[in-house]
């Protein structure tokens, strides 16, 4: 079976290949071809913001398809037709081949998405769709052409599921706009099932924004109508983006562009009095605000705003609060503590240095934690009779390295420390409940950990604002509090 890695840096479609040999081969002309069109067709997109694009559906021809096919992970679960990465690999060329005949014959129909579902923090449960390696593949040539026209036009506020961008940077300029802002207010607000209520026809009027080719955009749209299979029964769809598909996150992105980001950056800032900065990963967001009365009128000019394209606020998940360093001023003169909020997995609170100043600290939220060692006990419980311990073990050892590298923040030592002693006493219990006899005692098992050590707690992300880089901060706490009104969208 070949290998392959990704030897382009640029939209990953060079791909290099290692036969039964070892000899390394390089597809030079996809290489070659594809990142020059894709190129350019980025440079006309930054040349002319305006630009409708017309011509964009010749370029899933086989080369890139077959580019697109070994960026997919290969021990992901198969779609309804119970295909797996293996089995399409045999015959790629052929299956290629065939498929690109039948998307110029309009023959081509993606498959219903196989719908299953994965624990929510608030005891729901999430739904995502699992594509057949087909339809992955189709995806994965409309994600990379509409990321090289839409990666120009996608404004610096978003960071969820783009190129070189990832939540640690969202937070550092969270932290940045508080610690060095005059920030006062914090509009915290969650959008009710978002992928699951996206309006298509809505969508399909930001992407004619940009996109004017008719086969692409058709594409899309039986992308969009395949429907759903849950328990052998097919349900139709009218709207909402299944998560888990290539392209999905890459559509909500594009939605919630013209929705949010340019709506904001581009026609309310413009009408603010006081400092505001907006902070969006995916459908996650946070907006810090001077001004009280421009947080407040700002949340209610968002509900109308969201109203327009089908979507709405979770009222439960969603408030306007008081927070920053002149409330935490005052908070520490009245003896009372400030109120915190949730982003991306961490609790965002008010706290202080070992001088007395402020300092805006994070710490796992504790919804989050209870979920992650849920799941780890559960895990636990399964595979200690499943495998041996000497197969399990190193997969427990990633799992500790990607929780730390992901929690890993400044100020979160605690709570990572927590959920290490846990996961230590957890791994004992359930390794001595292979059967009925104990395997060890504490001292066995500490001693084990010597000679098998699992990762300890570590910092990975340095997110605290330096107080050489601070400064002062001279803006008054009221500046920009009168009355304001915000004229309509598009």
Known sequence: MKKQSNVCGAKGLAVMQRDEKGTL????????????KLSSITKRARGNPKEQFTSLAHLLNEDFLKGCFWELKRDKASGIDGVRFEDYEVNLGENLKDLVVRMKTWRYKPKPVRRAYIPKPDGTERPL???VIEDKVVQMGIK???????EVDFQDVSYGFRPNRNCHQALNVVDKAIMTKPTNWVVDMDIEKFFDTIDHKKLMECLKARIKDTSLLRLIVRFLKAGVMEEGKFIQTDKGTPQGGNLSPLLANIYLHYILDDWFTNQLKSQLKGYAQLVRYADDFVIC????????????????????????IAEGKSRV??????????????????????FLGFTHYCDKTRNGKFKLGRKTARVKLIQKMKAMNIWLKGVRN????????????????????????????????????QTIKLAYKWINRRSQKK????????????????????????????????????????????????????
């Open 321 to 342: 609060i008081e927070f920053g360093r002149y409330v935490w001023e005052k908070a520490q003169r009245s003896g009372r503590k400030p109120q915190t909020f949730d």
């Open 439 to 490: 395997s060890y005692n504490w001292v066995q098992f500490n001693r084990f950990l010597q000679f098998n050590p699992l990762p300890k707690p570590k910092i990975y992300h340095q997110l605290y604002t330096l107080s050489s880089y601070l400064g002062r901060i001279t803006e008054e706490p009221n500046v920009g509090n009168p009355q304001v009104r915000f004229c309509e969208g598009y």
């Open 289 to 312: 605000f001077q001004s009280k009365t421009e947080a407040k009128v700002f949340s209610q000019a968002l509900k109308t705003r969201l109203a327009e394209f089908g979507l709405s």
């Open 25 to 36: 081969t390089i597809q030079a002309e996809v290489e070659s071809i594809m990142v020059t």
């Open 386 to 421: 499943a495998v041996k311990l000497r197969q399990w073990w190193p997969i427990l050892t990633m799992k500790l390295t990607g929780h730390f590298r992901y929690y890993g923040v400044s100020g979160n030592s605690y709570a990572m420390r927590t959920f290490y002693s």
């Open 144 to 150: 990379k052409i509409l990321e090289a026209i839409y």
């Open 129 to 131: 769709g699992i594509l």
